[in-house]
């Protein structure tokens, strides 16, 4: 018998759910129609955001380090989709062992980034690395899984919850990632996608207010305008490396809470 | 049974044999039409003027256990002035406290225009006997309060002792005196059915309430809009068939500036524009005040906002 195949549409990914754009609108990437966020779509994915971040940031690093573990196995499972959206089977690869290097990370950054220090008088002085909060990432065009892979994990291991901006020419891969995510224990809302015009979508992030920091990655011509807009709230700005593999790309998303502590008798 | 005084000419209730003959609202339709002008959209300086509206006719509102003479201060300067960076934003309607906390109140607002009312009569449920709730009403008068939030006995409501009901308002009201307005707190989620709450309106109207008000903010289920519509068309009713014009109330579960716009558009369009001010209408709300307030700043700067930039309470 013959049947009809069932279409996918590309939506959104905020709060957990794959809503369509408010605006109702698509463009094309890919062949395919693609939501076109709005600015109303990056209002609901900063408070989804917003809604979500004390629960993952609140929650045991070994337990992120785990559910991000479980998001590697997702991937893993649809490495062929996957292999056909972006660069191939090697840049899926590359993605998922990249998912599981920040994994690991995440009970290990106390130690790196924070300690015990010493101090001129009878006081313990802790430095403790917390999420700085709401971060909003523009996902690199190049290798569209492993670039936006790259960008993503680093605030998301430190509890940090995203509102990323997928690449605008290859937004397929970030589409697909949505659903590996939504797949994973990753509590609805911690990383939320949105598919649109860079330019339309770039400066409303630039100038939210609940908006802690600001991945706009590899300097271009319209960083200037980004970073005066992010100054108003004094956010973070990141000029993200999409290659980049270190443990200081999660530090540039923790703020260092030092508490000194006197000590007893 | 107590006997019902004198009524206002051409307006009988509440006659017992006439209050069960209210009934049969189509819920569906009343529903629908709530639904409907919920999704009006209101934009820019419309959009502006009725956040600044709301703001003018919010009662801000603490009513909790741990209330202190500080926090209640607090709210006074917030009602005041509640952007304090915006000098353009306009006062609010009242506060709302209990009575214990009325002088502090009085105090702080002294010659601001902000007027403080007082939830008495046995708030929230009003199981008490009725001379207590008069003795309440009347001891939150003399402490200073402007306006008297009282609730219904719904006990005796709801079994069908409508004259006690009745008679508990016609009391209340008395015991506000001259200078201190009357709001009746029908608790409409306690009430059961649409049929219910447009007999409680009635009922608290022929009473000599100058305000009807949804809810107490105790209960889960508040000001929704179906039940904000069902109430202002009997305050409409009234108005054609008397020519009384009585205040309405919404308090309860509003919490985001889109709703606080919805039930305006839902008074513009039941009791139109002569409705749309702070002495014929307001809005229950405590935490409602910061989302308008940031509504109103993403306004003017274009800039989506943080709650981190405006105060806790």
């Keep these: 018998m013959t049947r009809l195949p069932v279409k996918k549409t590309y939506k959104l990914f905020v709060g957990g759910a794959f809503p369509r754009s408010e605006s109702g609108r698509t463009y094309e990437a890919e062949g395919q129609n693609v939501a076109r966020a709005s600015r109303k779509d990056v209002r609901d994915a900063v408070r989804a955001a917003r809604a979500a971040q004390p629960a993952w940031g609140g929650a045991t690093a070994y337990n992120r380090g785990q559910v991000l573990y479980r998001l590697a196995e997702m991937v893993e499972s649809r490495v062929p989709e996957f292999a ?20 690991g990370w995440a009970d290990k950054l106390p130690q790196v980034l924070g300690g015990a220090n010493p101090v001129a008088g009878p006081y313990f002085n802790f430095t403790v690395p917390e ?19 790259t960008r993503l994990l680093p605030p998301l291991v430190g509890g940090n919850a995203v509102v990323a901006v997928a690449s605008e020419t290859r ?95 | 049974m107590a006997q019902a005084p004198v009524l206002p000419p051409g307006f009988e209730l509440p006659l017992e044999p ?28 419309a959009k502006v003027f009725a956040l600044e509206l709301a703001i ?12 202190t003479p500080g926090k209640v201060a607090a709210m006074c300067s917030k009602a005041v002035r509640p952007d304090p960076t915006d000098p353009s934003i306009p006062s609010c309607a009242a506060i709302c406290v209990y009575p214990n906390l009325v002088p502090t109140a009085r105090e702080r607002l002294q010659g601001t225009g902000v007027r403080v009312a007082a939830v008495a009569s046995g708030f929230p449920s009003g199981q008490y006997p009725t001379p207590i709730k008069v003795a309440d009403v009347r001891s939150a008068v003399e402490l200073g309060a402007d306006e008297i939030d009282m609730v219904i006995d719904r006990g005796a409501f709801l079994s069908g002792r409508y004259a006690k009901v009745y008679d508990e308002v016609v009391r209340v009201k008395e015991s506000c005196g001259e200078s201190a307005h009357l709001k009746v707190i029908l608790e409409t989620g306690e009430l059961g059915t649409y049929d219910n ?58 919490r985001q500036a889109k709703q606080a716009v919805q039930h305006l558009v839902l008074v513009h369009e039941t009791l139109g524009p002569e409705w749309l001010t702070p002495e014929l209408y307001r809005l229950g709300a405590s935490s409602l005040v910061n989302d308008i307030l940031m509504q109103l700043r993403k306004e003017k700067t274009g800039a989506y906002q943080s709650p981190d930039y405006f105060t806790l309470d």
């Design chain 1, 84 to 103: 056909e959206l972006c660069g191939g089977r090697d840049e899926v690869e590359r993605a998922i062992d990249r998912v599981v290097w920040y994994a």
């Design chain 2, 56 to 67: 003018r006719t919010i009662d801000l509102t603490t009513l909790e256990g741990a209330d």
């Design chain 2, 18 to 45: 006439r209050l069960p003959r209210i009934g049969s609202i189509d819920a569906v339709a009343l529903e629908e039409r709530a639904a409907s002008l919920a999704k009006r959209s209101i934009k820019r300086d």
């Design chain 1, 131 to 149: 999420p700085t909060g709401v971060v909003a990432v523009l996902a690199p065009d190049a290798s569209p899984l492993l670039g936006l892979v």
């Design chain 2, 197 to 254: 709450v447009r007999r409680a309106t009635l009922l608290a109207i022929a009473g000599g309430a100058d305000f009807v008000k949804t809810s107490t903010g105790k209960i889960p289920s508040a000001a929704t809009l179906p039940v904000a519509l069902c109430m202002l068309e009997a305050v409409r009713d009234v108005y054609a068939e008397t020519g009384r014009r009585v205040g309405f109330k919404a308090a309860g579960g509003i």
């Design chain 1, 171 to 265: 937004p397929l891969a970030a589409i697909e990632l949505a659903e590996a995510i939504a797949t994973s224990d990753l509590p609805g809302g911690v990383v939320n996608l949105l598919t649109g015009f860079r330019s339309e979508l770039a400066p409303v992030l630039g100038a939210h207010m609940d908006v802690n920091a600001f991945d706009i990655g590899p300097s271009n011509g319209a960083a200037a305008e980004l970073e005066t807009l992010a100054a108003e709230n004094v956010k973070r700005v990141v000029h993200g490396n999409p290659d980049g593999q270190s443990p200081w790309e999660i530090a540039a998303y923790l703020e260092l809470k030092t508490v000194w502590h006197p000590i007893g008798q």
